[in-house]
């Protein structure tokens, strides 16, 4: 029996379905992070008083100086600017949106740390970092960072 | 069964084990009597003794006791829920205690987490009318049937029209939707336990009729929330469950391809490396110590030898299902005949062999009636003799 690299005969694709179960827990914070944003549609971070920074999404302890930042809490705008951002040209149905939509970094006002989320309302084309953006808030609750539905231009 | 700001005695004492926190009661052995009165009460002896617990229904005698709680039902409840005021109860002596009192105060809490009132699906489909709320279903005329199975269960419609809310113990024929589930579901997806869009996807809400009616009538009604949950809620925290569906895609390439082949027709192939000899399972295109292309192939096994035996005790879920698996199971490390000493290869073994196998072993494999050519034509390996 030999077969030649050419040969393609053998040659075919599977497909499939994995299911993977998830159990998240968005923590403590996370869940004060997600449950300001659905009842009350702000967007709360953390402060470390001692690196004068403001984190978001908010995290238990300071990644410089490891204090703890629990009870640090600091409400911010909910307007901020793009510092990065990606087009994403590919559909799944894991992502949130069809594609092509703006995938950014955007750092609100008061914060230090950007997050990621999603800028509607202008074209891929025309998407600039230091570009102002506003937060949407989603209507119906996912209890994720999707209620904060996304961004749109100011 | 007589119930108390809606629980019976017999709940307090079923859950006993359920709520039983055996680490904190590691120094204690006591035994503690309850003569419960009223219609619903009974007796009962709980021995907590170095981190165990017995509960036994005394049947009408409690003798041997560290301490007696003597109680109505109403106040034994009633305290236990914290609904009634325990000091109160000792002074105006609704509960008497005979023996040590101590024991009950100081090692009650430590042994047993809070009793929470059992909610009940048929209590939650029973306020639908107290929870309506009208506004929201201006033109809404629809009606929602419900089969739930199991315990608390039952079959109600709820007719939505003219913005008023009626129930009926009965499952109407022409229902808008009807959403059929255990009791115990609807419960969780009521108590925001599970989440509707899970409980849909993975199979445990069944629906009938218009689906979209199903998904906004809950916006018609007010959250149903247990008489007394409101007081002692606490920090809202937030966890999700959700099984995402992976869509994979593999491409065989030529080699891997020529094994699928083979497992379709009950062989075995393995790919020969025309320098040092030696052949691989499953086959790959280059032999990784001699960096040279095997074009040639050789049909090895199907009998094999085991080498290797991992024993899973994890209920791990099956990525290709999202289902846990049953366990024990085991991965069988083998090799094929014909094939070179170190080039094992591993498969499950049946699960009735867990208990005889051995290295050294031979086996052989059990093949599915139906061959795609994927990895499922082979179910198993199990012991050949």
């Known amino acids: 029996m030999q077969i030649s690299y050419e040969d393609r005969k053998d040659c075919k694709v599977m497909t499939g379905k994995m299911a993977l179960p998830n159990h998240y827990f968005a923590g403590r914070l996370g869940s004060k992070f997600i449950i300001a944003l659905r009842d009350e549609n702000k967007i709360l971070g953390v402060k470390c008083e001692k690196c004068d920074k403001v984190f978001v999404p908010p995290r238990e302890y300071c990644e410089r100086c490891m204090s703890k930042l629990d009870e640090c809490w600091v409400e911010l705008s909910n307007e901020g600017v793009i510092t990065n951002y990606t087009v994403v040209n590919y559909n799944d149905k894991h992502l949130p949106r069809r594609a092509p939509y703006i995938l950014a970094l955007i750092k609100v006002d008061g914060a230090d740390t950007p997050f990621p989320h999603i800028v509607e309302g202008i074209d891929a084309e025309d998407v600039k970092t230091g570009m102002k953006v506003k937060a949407v808030f989603a209507e119906e609750t996912t209890n994720t960072i999707r209620d904060l539905d996304h961004f749109e231009p100011v | ?385």
Request: glycine share 10%.
């Open chain 2, 1 to 385: 069964m007589a119930e108390y700001f809606g629980t019976a005695v017999e709940d307090i004492f079923n859950t006993m084990e359920e709520r039983f926190l055996s680490e904190g009661t590691l120094d204690v052995d006591v035994t503690i009597g309850y003569n419960i009165s009223g219609e619903g009460g009974g007796n009962w002896k709980v021995t907590i003794k170095e981190g165990t617990l017995k509960v036994e229904d005394a049947d009408g005698e409690v003798t041997d006791c560290t301490a007696v709680l003597n109680a109505n039902a109403e106040t034994f409840v009633g305290v236990t829920l914290g609904k009634l005021d325990a000091g109160e109860a000792f002074s105006s002596g609704n509960i008497k205690v005979d023996g040590d009192l101590t024991v009950l105060v100081a090692i009650l809490p430590k042994a047993f987490k809070p009793f929470k009132p059992v909610i009940k699906a048929s209590a939650i489909v029973e306020s639908v009318e107290e929870r309506f709320l009208p506004e929201k279903a201006e033109g809404v005329d629809i009606k929602i049937g419900y089969d739930l199975s199991g315990d608390g269960g039952g079959q109600w419609t709820v007719v939505v029209k003219d913005q008023t809310c009626t129930l009926k113990e009965v499952l109407d024929d022409d229902c808008t939707v009807i959403m059929r589930m255990e009791a115990q579901v609807f419960v969780d997806l009521n108590q925001g336990k599970l989440d509707g869009g899970t409980a849909f996807s993975s199979g445990q809400v069944k629906v009938d009729g218009d689906i979209g009616v199903a998904g906004q009538s809950a916006s018609l009604f007010e959250k149903y929330v247990a008489e007394g949950a409101a007081e002692e809620e606490g920090e809202e925290l937030i966890s999700l469950k959700c099984v995402p569906s992976i869509n994979q895609r593999y491409a065989t390439g030529p080699t891997m391809g020529k094994w699928f082949d083979g497992l379709k027709e009950k062989k075995f192939f393995a790919s020969k490396c025309p320098q040092c000899g030696r052949t691989l399972v499953p086959p790959r295109e280059i032999c990784a110590q001699c960096r040279v292309r095997c074009n040639e192939f050789v049909e090895v096994g199907p009998d094999a030898t085991v080498t290797l035996i991992d024993v899973v005790y994890y209920a791990s879920p099956d990525p290709l299902t999202g289902k846990i698996r049953e366990t024990p199971y085991t991965a069988l490390f083998m090799v094929l005949d014909g094939v070179s000493r170190d080039e094992s290869f591993a498969h499950d073994l049946n699960p009735k062999d867990i208990d005889r196998i051995k290295p050294g072993m031979k086996v052989r494999p059990v093949w599915a009636e139906k061959r795609m050519g994927t990895y499922r034509d082979l179910l198993y390996f199990e012991i050949a003799d």
